[in-house]
Structures are given as C-alpha cells and as structure tokens.
C-alpha cells in the first residue's frame, strides 16, 4: 500500500470513529435514539462498564479520535512532526486495541450481550492500529538504512 492510500485509509478510519464515537455519546445521554439491528446494545450502553468515574467511555473513545486526527493534520502541516505524529499514533491505537479489546471481553463474558456499535467500534480501532504498525515499520525500515558513502 503506497504512503498516500495509508493516509488516506488512516483518515478516512478516523473520521469513521469520529462519527461512531459521537453517535456512542449521543445514545448515552438520549438511549431512545438508539438503534440496534444486532445483538441488545441496550444492555451493554446500560451496563456499569458504560461509565469510567462517571464519565461515559465514548467520550474517552472520541476524544482519542480526535486526538488521531491532530496527529494525522499534523503530519501533513508540519513535516517535521512525522515521526513523532507517527509514533504517537501507534502509541494511541496501540492502548486503544487493547481497551477494546478488554471491553469486548466484558461484553462477551460479563455482560452477556453484544452491542453492534462497540463491534464496529472496535474493529475501526484495529484497523487504525495495524496501519500505524506499519506506519511505524516503514519509518523504522527508512530510518535504519544506511546512508551510502560519499
């Protein structure tokens, strides 16, 4: 995949979280507007793992979007803050996979119900990841080449 289809998929994840996350936030607060054609959502947005100290867990959720998508314009406005944007980023989607990847535990095993919205959720933050993996590992492999001799 060339450098400018893994941004653009990096960005087009991204906002697709955006608008997942902000959806999430928005059932929290107005449940009626839920809408869930797979799975009780209902019991999981209900559930006590809803909420961290009170604080719905979309929210955390969209502002590490938004958080991506600073780094992701950040890459692009500032060139010299590639690097640093890049592992940055791993670093988020890194921790994100894996609260995802906890909460569809609590779904499947505690909650006993399966929302849709987390599903999806958490497959964006995947994918997000495996492409700053390799984000990453192209700036490793770039870095890590020797300059030739003068």
């Known amino acids: 995949m060339s450098s400018t289809r893994l941004a653009l998929a990096s960005l087009g994840l991204t906002v697709l979280g ?24 209902a019991k999981v947005q209900t559930s006590t793992y809803a909420e961290v100290a009170g604080i719905p867990i979309a929210w955390f959720g969209l502002i590490m979007y938004l958080a991506l998508l600073g780094l992701w314009i950040g890459k692009r406005a500032i060139p010299a803050m590639t690097d640093l944007a890049t592992v940055g980023t791993f670093g988020i989607t890194l921790a994100g996979t894996l609260y995802v990847a906890y909460l569809t535990y609590l779904e499947i095993w505690v909650i006993e119900a399966i929302c849709q919205w987390c599903v ?3 497959i964006i933050t995947t994918l997000l990841f495996l492409l700053s993996a390799l984000q990453l590992w192209r700036l490793f492999i770039a870095t890590s080449v020797p300059d030739e001799p003068s």
Request: with cysteine; hydrophobic share 50%.
């Open 120 to 122: 999806t959720f958490a």
């Open 18 to 41: 955006i608008a997942v996350a902000v959806y999430m936030v928005y059932i929290h607060y107005q449940e009626s507007a839920l809408i869930c054609g797979v799975g009780d959502c």
